[in-house]
């Protein structure tokens, strides 16, 4: 079955530069997330789109944006990168009443 | 603000036994709940999803009950395997609205030895 893929897998960004991430949702998913883990945390909620709009927003630092596509994909954009920032960062999809279900993450090393 | 709490934060056990991971929540008013397995540095796997109206939902040696108005899950494992040693984590979500966040606890680690 399709899963949620997020690309890139790594990457590596000094700070002050910019990054965006990617995710393709399972299809006909029609509901994305994206949540931050640090290492030996639990995800945190940074933002959620439904049908392309912002849905919910939790703990999204200002130099983050994000937005979900025509084609239900996202991109989560962040600029003025910090090593804080250092963490992976995991896509999830679903549609009404459907379990969450996360991509592999993209581990973002920010030296 | 809801907040989950996964207790034990770790557990060791040997191979073959029956196990149980808890979870609470502070705020019973939730939609439903979900658990997950996470390998290191890996995504997370969802394992089972209790709508707030159900009191179970099984998956093969898996056994996840709610009991909302306590504000508490468990996950019973039956018969542990070194396969299954991994974090399991539990997360909430408050309302049916779209994209609405699930909320996490921060885990219990799991390691089941040979």
């Known amino acids: 079955a399709a899963g949620v893929i997020q690309s890139p897998r790594h990457l590596i960004k000094e700070k002050r530069e910019t990054a965006t991430l990617k995710c393709y949702p399972i299809?006909?998913?029609?509901?994305v997330y994206w949540y931050q883990q640090g290492p030996g945390q639990d995800p945190q909620f940074l933002i959620s789109f439904y049908e392309k709009m912002q849905s919910d927003k939790g703990s999204i630092p200002d130099r983050f944006s994000a937005q979900q596509f025509s084609d239900y994909h996202s991109e989560l954009n962040m600029s003025s990168l910090e090593l804080g920032d250092s963490a992976l960062y995991f896509c999830?999809?679903?549609?009404?009443?459907?379990?969450?279900?996360f991509g592999n993450g993209t581990r973002l090393t920010v030296t | 603000k809801q907040e989950v709490t996964q207790i034990p934060a770790a557990l060791s056990v040997p191979e073959g036994e029956n196990l149980v991971l808890n979870c609470s929540f502070t705020d019973s008013a939730i939609y439903n709940l979900q658990w997950f397995r996470q390998d290191p540095g890996k995504g997370l796997t969802s394992l089972l999803l209790?709508?707030?109206?159900?009191r179970e939902q099984t998956s093969g040696r898996l056994n996840a009950s709610l009991d909302k108005s306590s504000g508490r899950s468990t996950l019973y494992i039956a018969a542990s395997q070194p396969g299954d040693s991994a974090t399991y984590l539990c997360?909430?979500?408050?309302?049916?609205?779209?994209?609405?966040?699930?909320?996490f606890g921060k885990g219990t680690t799991l390691s089941v030895s040979s």
């Open positions: 997360a909430v979500r408050r309302t049916n609205q779209a994209g609405t966040a699930l909320i």
């Open positions: 999830a999809s679903r549609t009404l009443n459907s379990p969450l279900h």
């Open positions: 209790i709508q707030s109206s159900q």
């Open positions: 299809p006909r998913h029609d509901t």
